[in-house]
């Protein structure tokens, strides 16, 4: 079982910033990635930003230049840095990871954050 700790969000202002954490812990043999995917308002879950064991980073196309995200390996822990907020990055974020090998990958999100972008 993988419990996700997420912290930061919160309300911001437009042209500001943001910083979301979050923390893996339980039994897992290895992470295989970390990121954050949200749901906007009205609209489907989405990607925002996810990078794997060997440092790969994707990100949403609306989000690169301004959100960054990093991970501590030692810590079990994922940051997104949120700079240059937009009205559209309103909604609620979740923490994702998968852990395991092979077929018994698993995927699981955390509880979810409110980050609200006022103008």
């Known amino acids: 079982q993988v419990r996700l700790l997420e912290s930061g969000g919160g309300l911001g202002q437009a042209g500001g910033s943001l910083t979301l954490s979050c923390v893996a812990s339980?039994?897992?043999?290895?992470?295989?990635?970390m990121g954050w995917d949200r749901r906007a308002p009205g609209k489907q879950r989405e990607l925002v930003a996810k990078?794997?064991?060997?440092?790969?980073?994707t990100y949403a196309d609306s989000v690169k230049g301004r959100f960054t995200i990093t991970r501590d390996v030692d810590k079990n822990t994922v940051y997104l840095q949120m700079n240059d907020l937009e009205s559209d990055d309103t909604g609620v974020y979740y923490c994702?990871?998968?852990?395991?090998?092979?077929?018994?990958?698993?995927?699981?999100w955390g509880q979810g954050t409110q980050v609200t972008v006022s103008s």
């Open positions: 339980g039994t897992f043999f290895s992470i295989n990635s």
């Open positions: 994702t990871v998968n852990v395991g090998k092979g077929w018994a990958a698993t995927g699981y």
């Open positions: 990078i794997t064991s060997d440092n790969t980073i």
